[in-house]
């Protein structure tokens, strides 16, 4: 089956796909986002940063942490230290790759738990 050749495209093959590639889904997966508010008495310091990091990297996804208009990877200990995140200010988190869902399941999780620490 041949493209569409409405327009012809930057490399000059006279072809014009409907969308890109990354736009239909089926390669890159869905972006999902959440909106999270820290709820460990520390914030996002080092140790919590760390086990976000690690929960991050378990899945196929790209994982980005706004904050403030600040965005970070979210798989950098130093860039999450960054955002200086205190207890009680909200962070947003997308995440966007075949394991995107699951990723914020699991980083929701984390920090609903307050990352594991105790009071």
Do not use: W, Y
């Amino acid at each position: 089956m041949k493209p569409k050749a409405d327009k012809p495209d930057p490399a000059g093959n006279g072809l014009q796909f409907d969308k890109p590639i990354a736009a239909q889904g089926d390669l890159a997966g869905e972006t999902n986002e959440r909106r999270l508010e820290i709820c460990n008495k520390r914030g996002m310091h080092a140790r919590a940063s760390a086990k976000f990091v690690k929960c991050a990297e378990q899945f196929d996804a790209e994982v980005v942490v706004i904050k403030d208009g600040q965005a970070v990877a979210a798989t950098s200990i130093m860039g999450l230290m960054t955002l200086a995140a205190t207890p009680g200010s909200a962070i947003h988190i997308t995440a966007s790759g075949p394991d995107a869902t699951a990723a914020l399941n699991a980083l929701t999780a984390l920090v609903k738990s307050g990352f594991g620490e105790e009071d």
